[in-house]
């Protein structure tokens, strides 16, 4: 079975995080 899904993707974001795309990367870039 596939992994589950890292804690950053089930947490929303801080508001200053968000990109436009609405993923941010573990490092907090965006995607």
Same mark, same amino acid.
Not at 20 to 27: A, V
């Given at each position: 079975? &596939?992994? &589950? =899904? =890292?804690?950053? +993707?089930?947490q929303p974001?801080p $508001?200053?995080q968000? =990109?436009?795309? /609405? +993923? +941010?990367?573990?490092? /907090?870039n $965006?995607?």
């Amino acid at each position: 079975k &596939p992994p &589950p =899904p =890292p804690a950053w +993707i089930m947490q929303p974001p801080p $508001d200053w995080q968000t =990109p436009l795309n /609405g +993923i +941010i990367s573990p490092s /907090g870039n $965006d995607w």
